[in-house]
């Protein structure tokens, strides 16, 4: 029950700093300070809580939990390219992302697209699609918290309870703090989560008896030696996941968050240590992830590895539905949560507690974009700011939290994660789809409205054929893959026991060149904004 | 900054993605770093300080004052 009451500690905390933001903002509260914190965000918070903001379940859960049937793989296919691509975006499109705002008033990246392409009903299309993408990651978010707050108490506070709580403190100080809040909060949950990483390999690591053995007897292990390579994976798989970072620049809630700091030298920390925090902060849950297969003394880890077992042996042999069945009783995102129990004190298993609630918590950025896009593209877009003013702006944004709130716990009452973790699963291609829009719209003076349109469509037409191939071709046994489609002596389309792929490629590949290609061949067919409008964006340049 | 200067830091830039593919350490384990980290690990650990290096030079070299 500890770990449960520092959770609800935890808890109080993050309301109490939503409403000391909401008290320090009293007096200038503007849609700019609600939604962006005044454009006032200093290099430390700024740098907390950007990488806060794009930590999610996965980063400790999810992580820990593929590294557990995965390996050492896991580091490098979300992690190390993470490191050096994330920053390079915040480098290359964030810093132009954040003087435009400054120079535009931008709020929203749709601002800036309707701006620099002429446009106004595209822009719409562009945030609808945004907009569909990021509520599951909401619904994930009140999932998460009722499982969490659920498994930590023993089950003495209800899922259903466990999600309302968390729901209802991430609303009170969203709706509190607006940008402030959530910003306070996310460098405070970064800390946590930095804090937690060390201790968490320190404890484990001497309850196991040190990591040396571990490591030694699962390479002598035909069964677990794999784990400690990356033989199980094929390079050009390996390569495909290069591209999945290209979609967190492309996050409404990631770019956004972009325009909050007080100056652009607030970048040049944030990109230079933006590497080392995943190295903090990822190592340690994949490592823990992979030596967990050594704590067979814990009955649960046991019976996940007699599941993989025999999913491996005799998956061929079984329906869709008895694989499905072994997959859940495989399902390993507790992991980390089952090592603390065993080796950890009460302490640090209340301080891992409030770290995967801080983990569960960063849907409060999104449920804030989400607020944001709507009041400033859609609301004041189409004339509800002239109309109502923009107090009314802000008074829609808070209802907007609210109203966001409650859909997404409604929805995570009745409907299967399954569903929702899919959905996420896409939601990272689809945003990576996106990310030509933000390299053309600042970096090329030829591309149009047309061209992100096609780009836009592309996306989600993308997305849904991914999510609808997956639905009706069923996850094979681990193995070779089920070709559907072959050509010219290669596999073109197939389904592998994690998902889809295209020329041995994940779908995210073809989905962000084409879009890319799209946006190219269709802005040069059609007709440029005005010069005015390009001089605005591209501006001549000094000489040297 | 100079052409030269700009496609030096672009050439970095693209070897440090390359490299990122460290197809020479797919299949073993060994060396353990300290004992108990595998090689793909470790390499993938100095691989993210390696970023952080790149990004130091690139603030350094190639900040875009001009936008501020």
């Known amino acids: ?544 | 900054m100079t052409r030269r200067r700009r496609l030096a830091l672009c050439l970095l830039v693209a070897a440090i993605y390359a490299l990122h593919q460290d197809v020479w350490f797919w299949r073993t384990a060994r060396p353990l770093l300290f004992g108990f980290l595998p090689i793909g690990l470790a390499y993938h650990a100095a691989y993210s300080l390696a970023a952080a290096l790149l990004m130091w030079l690139l603030v350094k070299l190639a900040w875009p004052s001009h936008l501020e």
């Open chain 1, 1 to 544: 029950m500890i770990p449960a009451i520092v959770v609800f500690l935890y808890l109080g905390i993050v309301i109490y700093i939503g409403v000391f933001a909401f008290r320090r903002a009293a007096l200038h509260q503007g849609a700019e300070d609600f939604f962006l914190a005044g454009r006032s965000l200093g290099s430390f918070v700024f740098l907390f809580s950007l990488f806060g903001t794009n930590m999610t379940a996965f980063t400790i859960l999810g992580s820990s939990g593929h590294a557990f049937h995965n390996g050492i793989v896991t580091y490098g296919l979300l992690s190390s390219s993470s490191a050096l691509i994330i920053p390079l975006t915040l480098f290359l499109i964030g810093t132009r992302v954040w003087a435009l705002g400054k120079k535009h008033g931008f709020m929203t990246p749709v601002e800036m697209y309707r701006h620099r392409w002429e446009t106004s009903h595209i822009g719409t299309v562009i945030c609808v699609l945004q907009a569909f993408l990021l509520v599951p990651y909401i619904v994930i978010g009140v999932m998460g918290g009722g499982t969490t707050l659920a498994t930590i108490s023993g089950g003495r506070v209800p899922y259903w309870a466990g999600g309302a709580v968390v729901a209802l403190a991430v609303m009170t100080y969203v709706f509190f703090g607006g940008m402030r809040g959530t910003a306070w909060v996310n460098t405070f949950q970064t800390l946590l989560f930095l804090s937690f990483g060390a201790a968490a390999v320190a404890v484990i690591g001497s309850g196991m008896g040190g990591f040396r053995e571990a490591a030694e007897a699962m390479l002598a292990s035909p069964a677990t030696s794999p784990l400690l390579t990356r033989e199980r994976v094929s390079p050009l798989f390996f390569f495909s996941y290069t591209f999945i970072p290209l979609s967190t620049i492309a996050f409404p809630h990631i770019s956004i968050f972009c325009l909050t700091a007080r100056r652009m030298v607030q970048f040049r920390k944030t990109v230079i240590l933006y590497p080392l925090c995943i190295l903090a902060i990822w190592m340690p849950c994949v490592f823990l992830g992979v030596m967990a297969n050594r704590a067979t003394d814990i009955p649960q880890i046991r019976q996940k590895i007699e599941a993989r077992r025999a999913l491996g042996a005799d998956g061929a042999r079984m329906t869709p539905a008895e694989r499905d069945q072994l997959r859940g009783k495989m399902a390993a995102d507790d992991v980390v949560l089952l090592l603390l129990e065993r080796y950890a004190p009460l302490w640090l298993a209340g301080l891992l507690g409030a770290a995967i609630m801080a983990a569960v918590m960063a849907s409060d950025s999104q449920i804030l974009a989400l607020s944001t896009m709507f009041t400033e593209d859609i609301f004041a877009h189409y004339g509800g700011k002239a109309r109502f003013g923009e107090a009314a702006q802000v008074h829609t944004g808070r209802l907007f939290v609210v109203a966001v709130t409650i859909v997404a716990y409604t929805i995570a009452l009745k409907a299967p994660q399954t569903i929702f973790d899919l959905a996420v699963q896409y939601g990272f291609s689809g945003y990576a789809a996106l990310s030509p829009l933000l390299v053309a719209a600042l970096y090329w003076r030829g591309s149009t409205k047309w061209g992100a349109l096609a780009s836009t469509l592309w996306s989600a037409a993308a997305v849904i054929a991914v999510a609808v191939f997956q639905h009706l071709v069923p996850a094979p046994a681990p193995g070779p893959p089920v070709v559907v489609w072959a050509a010219a002596g290669l596999d073109v389309l197939a389904r592998t026991p994690g998902g889809t792929a295209v020329l041995g490629l994940l779908p995210v590949v073809p989905m962000t060149l084409v879009s890319a290609l799209l946006m190219v061949v269709v802005s040069r067919a059609t007709a440029k904004p005005s010069a005015a409008t390009i001089e605005q964006y591209f501006p001549p340049q000094p000489k040297q």
